[in-house]
């Protein structure tokens, strides 16, 4: 992050993104990886919501319907997640330079029970 005080967001990326985005964000300075990385193809959203949640990782995917859905359920239930950030799908290099902005200006504590629409 740009400013060196806040604690940079770690991202899990769901296996619908592209499959280069976590090894391009890391180039760049951020902590991402992706399910392929973690062994986790196949599992259910649940499932990738709840590994994010043990490794307190956002998780980020153009899987909205499901992951708002989740997100309700989280909140109703009294459980919590690290954060959500959804998208449409979108090109490669605009998901890129959009999640970049979003981690340059949102903290951890920021993203904490939140899901936010990829901007």
């Known amino acids: 992050m740009s400013d060196g005080e806040r604690i940079c967001i770690r991202l899990y990326l769901d296996e619908d993104v592209h499959g280069s985005l976590g090894q391009a964000l890391r180039q760049k300075g951020f ?10 193809i196949g599992l259910t959203d649940i499932e990738q919501l709840e590994y994010a949640v043990q490794e307190d990782r956002v998780i980020f995917t153009f899987n909205a319907v499901d992951y708002i859905e989740l997100h309700v359920l989280f909140l109703t239930t009294g459980k919590t997640h690290p954060g959500i950030v ?4 979108r090109p490669f290099g605009e998901t890129l330079q959009r999640l970049v902005k979003l981690l340059d200006e949102v903290s951890v504590d920021e993203m904490r029970n939140q899901l936010r629409w990829l901007p």
């Open 86 to 89: 959804v998208s449409k799908q």
């Open 31 to 40: 902590d991402a990886v992706d399910v392929r990385e973690c062994g986790n």
